[in-house]
């Protein structure tokens, strides 16, 4: 199956790639969780909580295309019954819509996949739009959860 | 944000967006199955959850799917839930750190 989530950010494609790529931004947005990769095609990423060394996240940059598009394969290492399911894959696209971006995230899974992988992307987006129009981060609850304690 | 909640002040369409909760990327002529209501109706309906973010629809060959979209949804609730509750969670965050006896403040 398939989830699609479309976001209109006011603010450029550079500046939403970079939000989207740099660890320290994206960790503001994204639970805390920390992910780390050089963003080259085929290069591996890594999601970690700040605060115990394992791994949250993890998969493939597929496709690279700055300030556009980034597919990457998906697999969530946060509990047990999330590391059962198979490789998904998620595509970042950005478009730029007059003097905002529009941002769609379509994440691909097996049908009747675990809610808890993508139940987090309204969240997770809505926290990237906060972060660049306003500078501010979201506080939610849940939306902090693995920021440094 | 206007358009967000005149989109959902109708109950055809509440039903429509929980239609795709339920089972994500329909056809037109699914989701038709599912009302009492013509095609025309239910296109129009289709319409403007899709003018307030909350469909958007996507070509797989022939067909036309259609895809629920909750981010604005979640925007909504950002807007105020963080607001309002902050002083909540601060607050239960005290009262475990107190009643977990590692408080070492004595301002509370």
């Known amino acids: 199956m398939e989830k699609i989530y479309e976001i209109y950010i006011k603010t450029t494609p550079e500046r939403l790639w ?5 660890p320290e931004l994206r960790a503001k947005y994204s639970f805390g969780v920390v992910v780390t990769s050089d963003f080259t095609p085929n290069s591996t990423f890594e999601g970690r909580s700040p605060n115990a060394p394992i791994i949250l996240t993890q998969g493939v940059n597929l496709e690279v295309d700055p300030p556009r598009k980034l597919v990457q394969s998906f697999n969530a290492l946060w509990s047990d019954d999330v590391k059962k399911e198979p490789t998904s894959r998620v595509t970042w696209e950005i478009e730029q819509v007059a003097d905002s971006c529009q941002l769609t995230v379509t994440h691909e899974l097996r049908d009747g996949a675990n809610s808890e992988l993508y139940g987090g992307w309204p969240m997770i987006l809505s926290g990237l739009k906060t972060l660049l129009e306003t500078g501010e981060l979201l506080t939610t609850p849940g939306s902090l959860r693995y920021v440094p304690t | 944000m206007d358009a967000i909640f005149r989109a959902l002040a109708d109950p055809t369409r509440r039903s429509l967006l929980d239609a795709l909760f339920e089972e994500d990327g329909q056809t037109l002529g699914a989701l038709e199955g599912r009302l009492a209501m013509s095609r025309f ?9 899709e003018e307030a973010g909350l469909v958007v629809t996507r070509r797989r060959g022939r067909e036309k799917l259609h895809f629920i979209n909750p981010v604005p949804i979640r925007l909504v609730h950002d807007r105020w839930v963080s607001k309002f509750s902050e002083p909540w969670v601060a607050g239960l965050s005290d009262l475990k750190r107190t009643l977990e006896g590692n408080d070492d403040g004595k301002n509370l």
């Open chain 1, 18 to 22: 970079e939000a989207i790529t740099t």
């Open chain 2, 41 to 49: 109706g239910v296109m129009k309906h289709l319409r403007i959850l």
